[in-house]
């Protein structure tokens, strides 16, 4: 968060302000400890995620570890387990390396999320595509619900 907030100052100054900072200043902001928000890519400041951007962020296939995770609403549960995982409003669906990270994802829309745990490494061999976001994050257009189990069932 701490990499969010500094980005977002700097992001939102005025313009005379921005252009005071430098290439360093910016390096040293994202090397902040933390969920890495942007890295830089030919100069330029470029957001991980693209949750704000219209067009189609482009992403490097990888093959995924053997499970992943995902923390979910009480309220969406149903429909992930009737349909799969759906990117809904973003371009992807969004998965962690770590129960800890899924957690801290899914504790922004439910106090006690559901955990799940994606049969990864076979989703791949299914056909599921999967993008690599940081060391924590992976990305997937859906991942369908044969793949999906609560964690607590082994």
Same mark, same amino acid.
């Given at each position: 968060?701490? %990499?969010?907030?500094?980005?977002? @100052?700097?992001?939102?100054?005025?313009?005379? +302000?921005?252009?005071?900072?430098?290439?360093?200043?910016?390096?040293?902001?994202?090397?902040?400890?933390?969920?890495?928000?942007?890295?830089?890519?030919?100069?330029?400041?470029? #957001?991980? +995620?693209?949750?704000?951007?219209?067009?189609?962020?482009?992403?490097? %296939?990888?093959?995924?570890?053997?499970?992943?995770? =995902?923390?979910?609403?009480?309220?969406?549960?149903?429909?992930?387990?009737? %349909?799969?995982?759906?990117?809904?409003?973003?371009? =992807?669906? =969004?998965?962690?390396?770590?129960? %800890?990270?899924?957690?801290? #994802?899914?504790?922004?829309?439910?106090?006690?999320?559901?955990?799940?745990?994606?049969? #990864?490494?076979?989703?791949?061999? #299914?056909?599921?595509?999967?993008?690599?976001?940081?060391?924590?994050?992976?990305?997937?257009?859906?991942?369908?619900?044969?793949? @999906?189990?609560?964690?607590?069932?082994?």
């Amino acid at each position: 968060m701490q %990499e969010m907030r500094m980005m977002s @100052i700097i992001l939102r100054s005025e313009r005379s +302000y921005r252009e005071s900072y430098t290439y360093e200043d910016i390096e040293s902001v994202m090397r902040l400890p933390g969920k890495k928000h942007f890295k830089l890519e030919n100069g330029r400041i470029m #957001a991980y +995620y693209g949750h704000s951007v219209k067009t189609e962020v482009v992403r490097e %296939e990888v093959v995924p570890p053997l499970k992943l995770f =995902h923390a979910t609403s009480h309220n969406a549960i149903e429909n992930i387990l009737k %349909e799969g995982l759906l990117p809904m409003t973003r371009q =992807h669906v =969004h998965l962690s390396a770590t129960r %800890e990270t899924a957690l801290l #994802a899914g504790r922004r829309r439910d106090k006690n999320p559901i955990l799940l745990k994606i049969d #990864a490494l076979n989703a791949f061999k #299914a056909g599921v595509k999967f993008y690599k976001g940081n060391e924590d994050v992976f990305f997937s257009d859906s991942i369908p619900s044969e793949f @999906i189990a609560f964690e607590n069932d082994g």
